[in-house]
T-cell receptor
Framework: NAGVMQNPRHLVRRRGQEARLRCSPM?????VYWYRQLPEEGLKFMVY????????ESGMPKERFSAEFPKEGPSILRIQQVVRGDSAAYFC?????????????FGDGTRLSIL | QKEVEQNSGPLSVPEGAIASLNCTYS??????FFWYRQYSGKSPELIMS????GDKEDGRFTAQLNKASQYVSLLIRDSQPSDSATYLC??????????FGAGTRLFVKA
């Protein structure tokens, strides 16, 4: 499967725990985006990364949230000390080139549930 | 004013009819426009991309862009029940961020 791969598909955490969401972009894609989606709502941009660099994190909360895209391995979205309000679907997308010139292709998402 | 606006619907059309989905955007400098389809509980799937004024056709789908009026639309001909989904409009202004609308729910009645 050459598509965007996200894991886990479902993640359950208790309040105060850490959540780690992983995303492997499509083969050849070096641009990765993370979005959050609440039920019946649209996609909210969180962060845009290229290999080893965060390009735009304007949509990501300053506290508890972080993202990385190392030279080797998947992109990671990390949520520390999770709270109930973090429950959502988190989608990763990738593109071949920089935003605007190429469409983004989405993974199947990670459904995060906070108990 | 929201950056990308869509009627939330639901838009209900009979099978075989034309479904018309509309989207308006606020940034006049926007350059790239995309339509995604999202089934309930699934990920967004790219249907069409359009970059210049006019119509772009792909099978039963036609995207229409009017930059002067700042709107982009998606027409679905011969609508099928399997087209029932939420359709997301996405706009890129040339910067790093692609803005998604909240989506329009389409229901095609058999």
């Amino acid at each position: 499967n050459a598509g965007v791969m996200q894991n886990p598909r479902h993640l359950v955490r208790r309040r105060g725990q850490e959540a780690r969401l992983r995303c492997s972009p499509m083969k050849g894609h070096s641009h990765v985006y993370w979005y959050r989606q609440l039920p019946e709502e649209g996609l909210k941009f969180m962060v845009y990364l290229q290999k080893e660099n965060i390009i735009d994190e304007s949509g990501m909360p300053k506290e508890r949230f972080s993202a990385e895209f190392p030279k080797e391995g998947p992109s990671i979205l990390r949520i520390q000390q999770v709270v109930r309000g973090d429950s959502a679907a988190y989608f990763c997308a990738s593109s071949l080139a920089s935003p605007g010139s190429e469409p983004q292709h989405f993974g199947d998402g990670t459904r995060l549930s906070i108990l | 004013q929201k950056e990308v606006e869509q009627n939330s619907g639901p838009l209900s059309v009979p099978e075989g009819a034309i479904a018309s989905l509309n989207c308006t955007y606020s940034d006049r400098g926007s350059q790239s426009f995309f339509w995604y389809r999202q089934y309930s509980g699934k990920s967004p799937e790219l249907i069409m991309s359009i970059y210049s004024n006019g119509d772009k056709e792909d099978g039963r789908f036609t995207a229409q862009l009017n930059k002067a009026s700042q709107y982009v639309s998606l027409l679905i001909r011969d609508s099928q029940p399997s087209d029932s989904a939420t359709y997301l409009c996405a706009v890129n202004t040339g910067g790093f961020k692609t803005i998604f609308g909240a989506g329009t729910r389409l229901f095609v009645k058999a």
